[in-house]
């Protein structure tokens, strides 16, 4: 089976991957796939949509077989409808893989070419996009503080180490307090220059 080519937009909560997966989803050449909408467009009335609600209440992740199942079917419908043309797009991924069992998972259908961490040193400021984030697009899960700061400790704990799995060759850092202009500029530089 050919492996997708795919970019990763790396990053604690609230540091920029949405906003800057969609501003890529937007280019031609450039296919965005966050985790977090596939899970949003589970249907929450069945069993499926009442778990993964569940655990993005309580701030934590949803299981890897469940995770990656989902992921698999999505990218699959996304094929199968022409809206992802692997021969011609570069997948974005933004959300996944969040730990290092799910980045062996996806090693069987992706090939990483480059992981944009985006940085954002200022936990207060995370607190504040998430916040802000969380009235603008009427997601609860990012409303409760005490729930903010558990997915930051998650992130710390579960997902930060998922970045010496990678080759240091194939990780970008990028200071995602700068504009979000700024920061797709130096994401898109990186992209020009690895060609």
Known sequence: MKKYNAYILFGAPGCGKGTQGKA???LPGFFHC????VFRSIDPTTPLGQKIAEFSRK????????????WRTYIHNCVQTGSFNPETDKLVLDGIPRNTSQARLLEETVQVEAVFDLQCSN???????LR????????LDDA????????L???DNTTQPLLDFYRPAVVCTVNSQQRPERVLYEVLSHIQNSL
Not at 59 to 67: N, Q, S, Y
Not at 123 to 129: G, N
Request: proline residues 2%; glycine residues 6%.
């Open 59 to 70: 701030g934590e992740l949803v299981p890897d077989d469940i995770t990656i199942e989902l």
């Open 144 to 151: 409760k503080e005490e729930v903010i700061r558990h997915r």
């Open 24 to 26: 890529l989803g937007t």
């Open 132 to 139: 802000r984030r969380a009235l603008r697009a009427n997601r």
């Open 34 to 37: 966050s985790c977090g909408d």
């Open 153 to 155: 400790d998650v992130f």
């Open 123 to 129: 936990r207060s400021e995370l607190v504040a996009r």
